[in-house]
């Protein structure tokens, strides 16, 4: 199914929207503009008055009015296995071995029982054998150093982990903002 980037008016991703959902802003009249290409045309009634029949047609990419501002630098995405294991590109941290989601587990580098904490700067993508090994002990006390570091997704990241299917425009438009270095892009 085909979903709509929703932004603020000055470009900032506020979410991912079904077609219906997009349709709801195009007829409250709070699209404030729009980009990409046109997802679908649907077409209402006949106006009583004139006889025209009314359409909305809905772009793939809408800027949306009637939302505050929003630094993005002050988002923290919502941290789910699904967006860790996309962002690690489905990497253990430890072997470097390339895994399913079922068979990776989310490894709290520094662990819960030693007053870590469950955010994206303390974990990471690992397969069960080494979350095994690891337990509860530091990676440099079983020397099991790191292969990457764990970081925040930026809100343009956090959209890409949260759509499976994104548009070439809507990636290209995600992708221009992305952070340097990214490594949702390499």
């Not at 959902?21 to 009583?48: C, F, K, M, R, S």
């Not at 501002?69 to 590109?89: A, H, M």
């Not at 430890?94 to 303390?122: K, Q, T």
């Not at 990241?157 to 949702?184: C, H, K, T, V, Y």
Request: proline residues 5%; contains cysteine.
């Amino acid at each position: 199914m085909v979903q709509i980037l929703k932004l603020t008016g000055n470009g900032i991703p506020q979410g991912w929207l079904t077609l219906e959902e997009a349709v709801l802003h195009y007829a409250a009249g709070e699209v404030a503009w729009e980009l990409g290409q046109e997802i679908a045309t649907l077409h209402g009634g006949h106006n009583a008055v004139t006889g025209l029949r009314s359409q909305i047609t809905v772009n793939s990419i809408i800027g949306v009015t009637g939302f505050g501002k929003v630094n993005p630098f002050d988002v923290v995405p919502l941290l789910t296995n699904d967006k860790l294991f996309r962002r690690d590109k489905f990497h253990c941290a430890y072997c470097g071995g390339h895994f399913h989601a079922g068979e990776l587990e989310r490894e709290h580098i520094v662990p819960l029982s030693r007053g870590g904490r469950d955010g994206w700067m303390n974990v990471v993508s690992s397969c069960r054998p080494c979350n095994q090994r690891k337990g509860n002990r530091l990676p440099h006390e079983i020397h099991m150093p790191l292969l990457y570091a764990p970081y925040v997704p930026s809100l343009w990241e956090d959209m890409i982990l949260r759509n499976r299917r994104i548009l070439a425009d809507q990636m290209e438009f995600l992708a221009a903002n992305l952070p340097r270095g990214s490594r949702l892009m390499g």
